[in-house]
């Protein structure tokens, strides 16, 4: 059975399953009560994540969710704005929680339009990385991740969230939240560079392999760097890469890229390369591969409650401050979605997102 041929959701109508009866999640923070029950879901769906034809996965994942008694609304999302937009007339529309069927960039892209809401996210992984899914021990099968949203397997966490503000590629202040982390320098530019497509052609060895040709090719543009921890006191640096990371569990092939991150801590985690060397990237790279977390030269992890990022002034021969050549460009990115270029300021979101994880 194909996604098209499930009537009775594709249609948007709202599909009243009478037995068995709502099923309890119980509920860690001050928004929910233990005895709230998930009792209207709306379900999320990229057609654009992951691998093809994976319609019977899909409808297997609905028939466990609606099985356990909640009213369903599925809605195909074939845009990142769709995703948001959709998110938000969940909310408006009364639904407690909201699944996400995707990858990391779908989930990116709801949560704009759940932050600072009572709605739960739940995670229906169709990605290829599905970083978080990983990192919150949530089943890669999407029927089996429906499965420990219920019958007493989950709990509602509410977790605090990344935000970063940056120029759009239209030259105006644009802002997101990010659940996994967020780049700016290197892996930017790889993601400015890299066709989507080829995740879904080759998979991530392909993938993989391109960032590593591009990676090797990059000429490393330096930026400046103003950072504080909780205290208040402000540092200062110039990088070729800062990464600040929410997640401690990548999954896949990086496994735990940085030490001390976690969706439990308030604060960002970063990685900060204030050197050029290629060979000084895979060193700690490949610590990460190995589970060893070596010190490197010019590369720093730094826990901050903000991040201020910016090109050094350029001037041009009378020494008028002038804008950048799109050449010196540095771009930025969050959960893998590349969203514009510097300046930027990241900073932390209390108490931001719910989320539905395994007990």
Same mark, same amino acid.
């Given at each position: 059975?194909?996604?098209?041929?499930?009537?009775?959701?594709?249609?948007?109508?709202?599909?009243?399953?009478?037995?068995?009866?709502?099923?309890?999640?119980l509920?860690?923070?001050?928004s929910?009560?233990?005895?709230?029950?998930?009792?209207?879901?709306?379900?999320?769906?990229?057609?654009?994540?992951?691998?093809?034809?994976?319609?019977?996965?899909?409808?297997?994942?609905?028939?466990?969710?609606?099985?356990?008694?909640?009213?369903?609304?599925?809605?195909?999302?074939?845009?990142?704005?769709?995703?948001?937009?959709?998110?938000?007339?969940?909310?408006?529309?009364?639904?407690?929680?909201?699944?996400?069927?995707?990858?990391?960039?779908?989930?990116?892209?709801?949560?704009?339009?759940?932050?600072?809401?009572?709605?739960?996210?739940?995670?229906l992984?169709?990605?290829?990385?599905?970083?978080?899914?990983?990192?919150l021990?949530?089943?890669?099968h999407?029927?089996?991740?429906?499965?420990?949203?219920?019958?007493?397997?989950?709990? *509602?966490?509410?977790? $605090? +969230?990344?935000?970063?503000?940056?120029?759009?590629?239209?030259?105006? !202040? #644009? =802002? &997101?939240?990010?659940?996994?982390?967020?780049?700016?320098?290197?892996?930017?530019?790889?993601?400015?560079?890299?066709?989507?497509?080829?995740?879904?052609?080759?998979?991530?060895?392909?993938?993989?392999?391109k960032?590593?040709?591009?990676?090797?090719?990059?000429?490393?543009?330096?930026?400046?760097?103003?950072?504080?921890?909780?205290?208040?006191?402000?540092?200062?640096?110039?990088?070729t890469?800062?990464?600040?990371?929410?997640?401690?569990?990548?999954?896949?092939?990086?496994?735990?890229? *940085?030490?001390?991150? $976690? +969706?439990?801590?308030?604060?960002?985690?970063?990685?900060?390369?204030? !050197? #050029? =060397? &290629?060979?000084?990237?895979?060193?700690?790279?490949?610590?990460?591969?190995?589970?060893?977390?070596?010190?490197?030269?010019?590369?720093?992890?730094?826990s901050?409650?903000?991040?201020?990022?910016?090109?050094?002034?350029?001037?041009?021969?009378?020494?008028?401050?002038?804008?950048?050549?799109?050449?010196?460009?540095?771009?930025?990115?969050?959960?893998?979605?590349?969203?514009?270029?510097?300046?930027?300021?990241?900073?932390?979101?209390?108490?931001?997102?719910?989320?539905?994880?395994?007990?």
């Amino acid at each position: 059975m194909g996604v098209f041929d499930y009537q009775p959701i594709i249609t948007h109508k709202l599909n009243l399953v009478a037995q068995p009866p709502p099923v309890t999640l119980l509920a860690l923070n001050s928004s929910r009560g233990d005895s709230e029950r998930m009792r209207k879901a709306t379900i999320l769906f990229n057609p654009n994540s992951g691998r093809r034809g994976r319609d019977a996965e899909l409808n297997r994942a609905i028939g466990v969710i609606q099985s356990a008694g909640v009213r369903t609304e599925l809605t195909v999302c074939r845009s990142s704005q769709e995703a948001t937009d959709n998110a938000r007339c969940a909310v408006a529309d009364g639904s407690d929680t909201v699944f996400a069927c995707g990858g990391d960039g779908t989930i990116h892209d709801v949560i704009q339009g759940l932050a600072n809401t009572p709605v739960a996210l739940a995670i229906l992984p169709f990605g290829t990385a599905n970083a978080l899914a990983h990192d919150l021990r949530i089943p890669l099968h999407p029927a089996a991740a429906a499965e420990v949203a219920f019958e007493g397997k989950s709990r *509602v966490r509410r977790i $605090s +969230l990344g935000h970063v503000q940056y120029e759009d590629f239209h030259g105006k !202040t #644009a =802002s &997101r939240y990010f659940t996994v982390a967020a780049g700016i320098g290197v892996d930017a530019h790889l993601f400015y560079n890299l066709n989507a497509h080829l995740k879904k052609r080759g998979g991530m060895a392909a993938y993989y392999f391109k960032a590593w040709q591009l990676w090797a090719t990059y000429n490393m543009r330096r930026f400046e760097v103003e950072y504080s921890n909780g205290s208040g006191h402000k540092e200062s640096a110039q990088l070729t890469e800062l990464l600040a990371v929410r997640i401690r569990f990548f999954g896949n092939i990086l496994r735990e890229l *940085v030490p001390g991150a $976690s +969706l439990d801590c308030n604060d960002l985690r970063a990685v900060m390369c204030r !050197t #050029a =060397s &290629r060979n000084a990237y895979l060193q700690y790279v490949a610590g990460a591969l190995i589970g060893r977390h070596w010190n490197v030269k010019g590369i720093d992890l730094v826990s901050c409650s903000e991040i201020a990022c910016k090109l050094p002034p350029n001037k041009d021969a009378a020494g008028v401050e002038t804008r950048p050549h799109k050449s010196d460009r540095v771009y930025v990115e969050a959960d893998g979605e590349l969203l514009g270029r510097l300046p930027a300021r990241m900073t932390m979101q209390q108490d931001a997102l719910s989320l539905v994880v395994p007990s």
